[in-house]
């Protein structure tokens, strides 16, 4: 999937209900006293974005942040915020905002900060694209000589 499909993709996401959603069938939905569940899932900002490839992954929709490999005790919100302290969402939230209830301004401006993730992501990947190329590329330059 290119970046620009993935990040029209995540953009649905800023509703609750679609985030809900994307956890349909969730293993611990299922396990009584199980904190891990899709609704704590979506109300801490995580969808999944490949339910039948990677069903356990989940992602936040404005940082981004991938986490897997959860337990049916995780508190989505505290996993959140320790995986990703510096999520703009976890932010508002601790200021007592109700994160699934947002005003218009206050989506937009998680929209901008959703951005610089977006961006900051594609960085990643061409850097990592361009330093996976630097043996070849010198060994190509060694011959030269
Ligand atoms: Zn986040």
Redesign the pocket.
Known sequence: MSNEKAASKAFKFHDYQARLASFKNWAFDDIEDSICTSVKLAEA?FFRPYPRKRPDLAE?Y??L?PLEGWEEQDDPWTE?KSH?PT?P??KLRDKGIDVNNLTVEQRIKLELERGKFLLHRDYQDIKKEFEDRIPEVRSKLMRLT
Do not use: A, E, N, T
């Open positions: 900002g936040c404005i940082c942040k959140h990703m999520c969402l976890s």
